[in-house]
């Protein structure tokens, strides 16, 4: 079985503290198969980590977390980026134009832009966006706060979504703290494993309100200040440098 995170950000998002480089390294660190870096509405850290993957013996999916109307969408397997600020719908119809694949970030989440139930209907009721949306975070292990858990359980039994578990990093250690198993080892065999609903959730460990105080917020007045975790080489150990 294979391993994957499929939401993590870097320094392409504002509120990532680690480069590509540095997510790689970790992400090599933790175990993993397959990642896909999603910054916020912007894909070239994504792009990157595809070209390099390789050199810490993984393999990358180009993606991007996409602030739509309605809430974040993880959009896979694209190539081009995806303007914010469109309706999920809409949205999910210009990943499918570049045969990409959606999945629903952190639905329903407090203190976030999460889409609704209703509005994760409304898109597997419209034909197009129906086939592109195929996943649902089930567990994303950057949400302080994860009371809503059965809800999300009950809206991935009932919508038959393939049901995914992710970090949400935004410090380079949280990576892996959510995972999805699939069947197989490549990017072709996860694809496979989403849109056949064969995904598993792993959860490992939870960013809480402490690490909040004691590893993001002082990395992010690192990196306002011009340094962040970086990896120069991957034989060598994260390091705070320049990006």
């Known amino acids: 079985m294979g391993k994957a995170d499929l939401h993590m950000h870097t320094t392409y998002s504002w509120d990532g503290t680690s480069t590509v480089s540095g997510m790689l390294k970790q ?29 810490y013996g993984l393999q990358a999916i180009p993606g991007s977390e996409i602030s739509t109307k309605q809430g974040h969408l993880l959009a896979l ?13 809409d949205t999910l119809l210009r990943v499918g134009e570049q045969d990409g694949l959606g ?9 976030t832009s999460s889409a609704s139930p209703e509005t994760i209907y409304a898109c597997l009721s419209h ?4 086939r592109v949306l195929v996943g649902l975070e089930v567990f994303n292990a ?20 393939a049901q995914v578990g992710n970090s949400d990093a935004h410090v380079a250690w949280a990576i892996g703290g959510g995972q999805s198993i699939f069947p197989g080892f490549t990017p072709t065999d996860l694809r496979r494993a989403l849109l056949q609903r064969t995904t598993q959730v792993v ?14 917020a002082p990395r992010y007045l690192l990196r306002r200040a011009g340094w962040v975790t970086t990896n120069i080489h991957p034989e060598n150990p994260l390091a705070l440098g320049r990006p």
């Open 103 to 111: 999945i629903i970030a952190h639905p329903m989440a407090r203190f």
């Open 142 to 161: 950057g949400l302080i706060f994860q009371n809503h858990q059965p809800l999300i359980n009950q809206l991935a039994h009932d919508t038959c979504l």
């Open 203 to 216: 959860r490992s460990h939870c960013f809480t309100l402490r690490h909040i105080f004691q590893s993001w």
């Open 127 to 130: 034909p197009g966006a129906g």
């Open 77 to 89: 397997f694209i190539q081009k980026k995806i303007p914010a600020g469109l309706p999920m719908i």
């Open 27 to 55: 992400a090599a660190l933790a175990g993993l198969d397959i990642v896909a870096i999603t910054d916020h509405d912007a894909i070239q850290g994504s792009l990157e980590a595809v070209q390099m993957a390789a050199q």
